[in-house]
């Protein structure tokens, strides 16, 4: 699990705040990714990044901003979140992006919109 | 048609008995499933995975079983321990087109009781 990081695990904002999301990856992989994990839902891709740039945004609103400086980092920015964003975000990799090679996931980050 | 159907959504299990977790898919196209496992306060991790030129796999006490012109696999956890107590996705991608996404079932919480 330490192959892939996020910070915070926990975070608390009201709907006008501003956060970011940290995932950094350690495993040497080309390929990152956001989900959003609900209760009793399947995990939604929301972006999808290789070689640092973005293949994939799966009609996520603007209020989510991703950032990918190099293939280690990826960040989510958040600003003016509804309480329905209130979730778990779980990053991941993998060497390719698609449907090649395993994903591997980070712990997540705890999300609560108040 | 992206769908990946799983049931059921929770499972309780007595120590030492068979825990089957079913999952049914409409694509086609779909030549990869794995299967990943949760642990409150983790991200998801790959378990086991098949493709579907096979219609078994097996790795110490878990089996998928894989049935093609059904379009079902489902995962089989013999002798089931506590500490297989999780979540459990499948999942379905196209393995060898770079664009094809991880596609989860909405999970199953397993519980195996002493």
């Known amino acids: 699990e330490t192959g892939v990081t996020q910070t915070p695990r926990h975070l608390v904002m009201g709907m006008t705040n501003k956060k970011s999301l940290k995932c950094e990856q350690h495993?040497?992989?080309?390929?990152m990714y956001w989900y959003k994990q609900s209760a009793k839902k399947p995990l939604e891709l929301m972006f999808v990044?290789?070689?640092?740039?973005?293949?994939e945004n799966n009609s996520v609103p603007s209020r989510f901003s991703p950032e990918c400086p190099n293939s280690s980092h990826l960040f989510l920015h958040l600003h003016t979140l509804q309480p329905e964003d209130s979730a778990l975000y779980l990053c991941?990799?993998?060497?390719?992006?698609?449907?090649?090679?395993?994903?591997?996931f980070g712990p997540g980050t705890r999300l609560t919109v108040l | 048609q992206q769908q990946v159907k799983q049931s059921p959504q929770s499972l309780i299990v007595q120590k030492g008995g068979i825990s089957i977790i079913n999952c049914a898919y409409e694509?086609?196209?779909?030549?990869?499933f794995p299967w990943y496992q949760q642990f409150p306060g983790k991200g998801p991790a790959l378990l086991i995975a098949i493709r579907p030129d096979v219609s078994e796999k097996k790795e110490g006490r878990f089996t998928i079983s894989f049935n093609k012109s059904a379009k079902q696999f489902s995962l089989h956890i013999m002798d089931s321990q506590p500490g297989d107590s999780a979540t459990y996705f499948c999942a379905a991608t196209t393995q060898y087109n770079q664009g094809g996404k991880l596609i989860f079932g909405q999970g199953t919480e397993l519980s195996v009781k002493p």
């Open positions: 694509n086609t196209a779909f030549d990869y």
């Open positions: 990044y290789n070689f640092k740039e973005q293949t």
């Open positions: 991941a990799s993998s060497q390719l992006a698609g449907g090649q090679g395993t994903q591997y």
């Open positions: 495993l040497g992989h080309n390929a």
